[in-house]
């Protein structure tokens, strides 16, 4: 991707940012374009990522230009141990800013009942995503209540098993044709030696072997997406 520009946002011509959030005191250092996305890196060194998961209006290098690029989805992110602590409460903070999240457990009570709250949290925060999507996804202000629910999606697995590993990878393969983020957050710690169905120490089997593994099955889709 080529830089397109450097200096302040006030400079930018208006026809070529879709939202009016960033202000004429906002400075961005640089700007780049692919077919996919705009990336804002601003001198705090925040990165600003735009999905695709809506139309946006992509800039281009020649003046006064512009395209419309239909994207057609959301975001996609994977939490593998996403019943309970931070992965539970990394599936919030995704579904809150508006994107599809595949949950992940060992548990088949405990994860029907996080998809339950989970859904439960979309519902009752429906206007609250929608402002976030704008923010997030530089949607225009006039298309929030046309947006639908992130959707939220399950996965069955115990990861400490390389036999239910490759299970997954196929299922995640053979449902997804992208995924934009893998957040490998499954882990265990055993004060005492327990081994799995495999026969490893269980905690290098599910804290070393399994994102090992599963990042390598899911390669393909996070290469087939534009940000991942």
Known sequence: MKPLFV???SQLPKSKVTSDRWGSNDKCMCVWTSPKAIVFISVLRKARFIPPSRQLIMMSSGADQQHTAAMPRRPRVLITGST???????????LLHGYDVIL????????EQTMHEMRQLVETNKESIAKNECNNFMIAQDTISQLDSPQIDSLLYDVSSITQLHQMGNELQSKYSELDILVNNAAVFMESRTES???????????VIAPYLLTSFCLPLLRAAALA
């Open 104 to 111: 992940h457990g060992r548990n088949k009570q405990r994860l």
């Open 7 to 9: 200096g302040q946002t």
């Open 84 to 94: 309970d602590g931070i992965g539970r409460q990394n599936a919030k903070m995704f």
């Open 197 to 207: 169905v495999d026969g490893h120490e269980q905690t290098f089997a599910t804290n």
